[in-house]
């Protein structure tokens, strides 16, 4: 495992939820993942942002580390849960807030 | 032929699809990061096709980004929002097919 694969691996295994993004959750740099954060926010989870364009390694070790090609990327508890477009499904179905109950994270409990 | 056009013959071949639309959006990201002033650069996808039953959102998008690997990883396609559905599926709510 190379020096930045160790890093991420690190960063998704020690935090229950990472964002990597462009920009920060409360400075979005790029719309996708403005929205992702948005929605995370709107769920009051907690989670660790990571501001890939602080690091161009990072920025390019992620998309390896995952064979994911794009930014933002969603990892809970390790395991890699996709980008925007299938977070704002998942979102919309209900099915993130059942992902975050299954594994234990809390969330806002809806009116 | 433009890269729109590329990527409706790949994923045309690839997944002979009920439904395809693929939108040139770069002209919505203009001036931000990854943007070109030639444009071609951010895509929305909303495909229709059998291929994906029985398949996960993850793994529908993996099948989709695999047909355009070398378009994706040379960040020739800076952005690609992707709708995949089967056709026994709803598709109401599709990124790709909200009004801009």
Known sequence: ????????????????????????????????????????????????????????????????????????QLYVKGEFIGGCDIVREMFQAGELQELFNGKGIAVKQEA | MTRADLIRD???????????????????????AGARPEGETHYSVYIVSAAFSGKSRLERHR?????????????RIHALAITARTPDEPGQAGGARDPA
């Open chain 1, 1 to 72: 495992m190379t020096d930045i694969n160790a890093q991420i691996d690190n960063e998704v295994k020690s935090n229950d939820v990472v964002l990597f993004m462009k920009g920060t959750p409360d400075f979005p740099q790029c719309g996708f993942s403005g929205q992702v954060a948005q929605i995370l926010g709107y769920l009051g989870v907690t989670y660790k942002g990571v501001n890939v364009l602080a690091d161009a390694a990072v920025r390019e070790g992620i998309k390896a580390y995952s064979n994911w090609p794009t930014i933002p």
């Open chain 2, 10 to 32: 790949r994923l045309q071949a690839a997944f002979t699809p009920l439904a395809l639309e693929v939108v040139d959006d770069s002209h919505r990201h203009a001036g931000h």
């Open chain 2, 63 to 75: 099948m989709v980004n695999a047909e355009l690997a070398d378009q994706l990883t040379p960040d």
